[in-house]
């Protein structure tokens, strides 16, 4: 349907389309963080964005919303600090990441396109990713606990648990 690398989309790929969902990126748990590395994660997300908005520039399109995803690494480490969104950003590589992404995705704004960013932190599922990683020395007796229970990270976590489950 597209690739990135050679700027290439189907064209019918936004025939119909109101919303565009942008959740596209490089996994950032997967592989050491050499600069290679860095930049891939960093290009997955700003090239791809680049990409819808080119073809939406180039043709005509019912496209109003485009909601992308973001992350909580936008913040920083900032250890049991409570974080409004409105906080200013870290100064890590999560966090640029994240600048560079909401910024890439900020310039629909210019041709008039309506723009959501979510920051959501580990998204946690039993196919993959962050959680068979995190289970793996639960299940050998290893494991700690990952948050304080006071901090309000379990109900936010069973939340998205449940959110992420349910509208699959």
Request: aromatic content about 6%; charged content about 20%.
């Amino acid at each position: 349907m597209w690739d990135v690398n050679k700027n290439q989309i189907d064209d019918k790929a936004l025939n119909g389309v109101d919303t565009v969902i942008h959740l596209a990126g490089a996994n950032v748990a997967e592989g050491r963080w050499s600069q290679k590395r860095k930049e891939e994660i960093i290009k997955s997300r700003t090239k791809s964005i680049a990409l819808i908005y080119n073809t939406l520039k180039n043709r005509a399109h019912k496209v109003k919303t485009v909601i992308s995803a973001s992350g909580t690494g936008y913040y920083g480490d900032r250890a049991d600090q409570l974080l409004p969104e409105d906080s200013a950003p870290g100064t890590d590589f999560l966090a640029n990441v994240c600048l560079q992404w909401e910024h890439a995705v900020d310039a629909g704004e210019s041709f008039g396109l309506r723009i959501a960013k979510l920051r959501t932190g580990v998204v946690l599922d039993a196919n993959g990713g962050a959680l068979v990683k995190i289970a793996g020395p639960v299940k050998w007796g290893v494991g700690a606990p990952w948050a304080a229970a006071n901090n309000g990270c379990h109900g936010s976590m069973s939340r998205m648990l449940l959110t992420c489950t349910f509208t699959r």
